[in-house]
């Protein structure tokens, strides 16, 4: 009976045992594994200033159980070892998906994210994922075949950003340097960067020539393929060899006092663009108090296409004047005015392939009474306005300027911040282009010129 009572007692000892054991799995063993962590595709934020959004789905182990449930999620994302953004989660339940998100994102880089989640009972698990930040890309498009602006100026060097008093190019420099204003820079949308100078460039002394003057490229600087990071604010091009403009000139000085660099960097001082016509101008300082600054341009030369000779088209709205720019609110000329005006439609404006501008007025133009006439009528030119006078042009983006005392478009009374005789004849005038465009057989060009209180001119050109 003893024994009986023995064996009772042991087997309910044993059956306590079991139930205290119990885990809903009685038939396997224990497990509890750390959580399972799944990264998701960053879907923004890999250009700079984007939200940077990504998914995180977290499983527990044993998905159902009593032994553990997810407890915290937790990440920091690095740049170069450095955290620059971490956060954390509470998370329940065995499974869940957990969106991170980081307002307006990164700077340019490379980074990596580190994501750790815990369960309940401290197991805890890691994953990573690296990714880059590209530059955002500026409204300003760069992309295409570019080549030196063929103006005056289109490349000078001073002791000040845009000073350009050591040395300026000259619009004859266009023709005498020709080997150089045909070099070709490519930019492609993928950040590479082509240099095509053909068989012949500008080559100085320090190249190993007996004097500056076109000759064989020399290498590094003989083109080839590079790469370029590209900001509103910088053009930074990547290879020993990669330049714009003059090789010579980089940001540690002037070869050859330093030695080819690796890279440089330039300045954006502006871009514009008229039509299909794109210019910019980059500056580089070469060292303490060298400024460089190159002029560039791509697509159709406007400075090719000015050239020739111009007239006022005969059409209504020729010329006008209006509130603001491009209103005629105050005046525009009639299609009559076209035959009433026929000595001033058939003036003729020369702009040269070498710089220079000429206008040839016949023996009669337009006279105002500002002029010394008794009416408004046709008569013969009156100085300085009468085209007798030695005038020059430059055309920068879009801006059209012509140089000289008496140089004029259209209307001599028209210059800028005010018409005449109420200010002085001015040496220069400068036209803003607006439009600059051919069919093929003819160009035409539309100019905007202030004249001070809100008024703006408006001219309207045709090539012969």
């Known amino acids: 009976m003893k024994k009986s009572i023995q064996q009772i007692a042991m087997i309910i000892l044993v059956t306590v045992m079991m139930v205290a054991c119990d885990n809903g799995f009685s038939d396997v063993p224990i497990v509890d594994n750390a959580p399972s962590i799944s990264l998701g595709t960053i879907t923004s934020g890999t250009t700079e200033g984007e939200d940077f959004k990504i998914n995180v789905t977290v499983k527990d182990a044993q998905e159902g159980s009593k032994i553990s449930q997810l407890g915290l999620l937790e990440y920091v994302i690095t740049k170069g070892g450095t955290a620059t953004k971490s956060g954390s989660e509470a998370l329940t339940g065995w499974s869940q998906t957990v969106s991170i998100t980081i307002p307006k994102g990164f700077s340019p880089g490379d980074y990596n994210l580190d994501v750790t989640v815990s369960d309940s009972n401290g197991n805890k698990n890691v994953a990573n994922q690296s990714f880059k930040v590209a530059p955002a890309k500026p409204a300003f498009d760069i992309t295409g075949v570019w080549t030196m602006a063929p103006v005056a100026r289109a490349l000078a060097v001073g002791p000040a950003p845009g000073d350009g008093q050591w040395f300026s190019s000259s619009a004859a420099d266009v023709v005498t340097r ?4 045909d070099d070709k820079y490519t930019f492609k949308a993928d950040g590479t960067f082509t240099i095509d100078l053909g068989s012949q460039t500008w080559l100085e002394t320090w190249q190993g020539v007996g004097v500056d003057g076109c000759g064989t490229p020399v290498a590094p600087y003989n083109g080839g393929n590079f790469t370029y990071t590209y900001t509103s604010a910088a053009l930074t091009l990547i290879g020993k060899g990669a330049h714009v403009g003059l090789a010579k000139v980089n940001n540690a000085g002037e ?6 660099p690796d ?4 300045t954006i001082v502006d871009q514009t663009k008229v039509g299909d016509t794109r210019n910019m101008t980059l500056r580089i300082q070469a060292g303490n108090g060298v400024w460089w600054d190159f002029k560039l341009i791509s697509g159709a030369s406007p400075a090719a296409s000015i050239v020739g000779n111009w007239k006022m088209e005969p059409v209504e709205g020729a010329f ?13 000329n009639k299609t009559a005015d076209v035959t009433a005006r026929a000595c001033f439609f058939d003036d003729v404006y020369t702009f040269a392939a070498n710089g220079n501008f000429s206008i040839n007025m016949g023996g009669q133009t337009w006279l105002e009474t500002w002029q010394g006439v008794g009416s408004d009528a046709c008569g013969v030119p009156v100085a300085p306005h009468d085209g007798a006078g030695a005038y020059t042009y430059s055309l920068s983006g879009g801006s059209l300027k012509l140089i000289g005392k008496g140089a004029h478009l259209a209307l001599p009374k028209v210059v800028n911040g005010g018409e005449l005789p109420t200010v002085a004849v001015p040496n220069d005038v400068t036209y803003k282009v607006v439009s600059l465009t051919t069919d093929g057989t003819k160009k035409r060009m539309t100019l905007h010129i202030e004249v001070g209180g809100g008024a703006w001119w408006t001219f309207k050109l045709i090539s012969e």
Do not use: H, K, L
């Open 255 to 260: 070869i050859p006092n330093v030695p080819a």
């Open 263 to 266: 890279q440089i960097s330039y």
């Open 320 to 332: 006008a004047v209006g509130s603001s720019e491009g209103n005629n609110d105050f005046f525009f």
């Open 178 to 181: 020709a080997c150089f204003f």
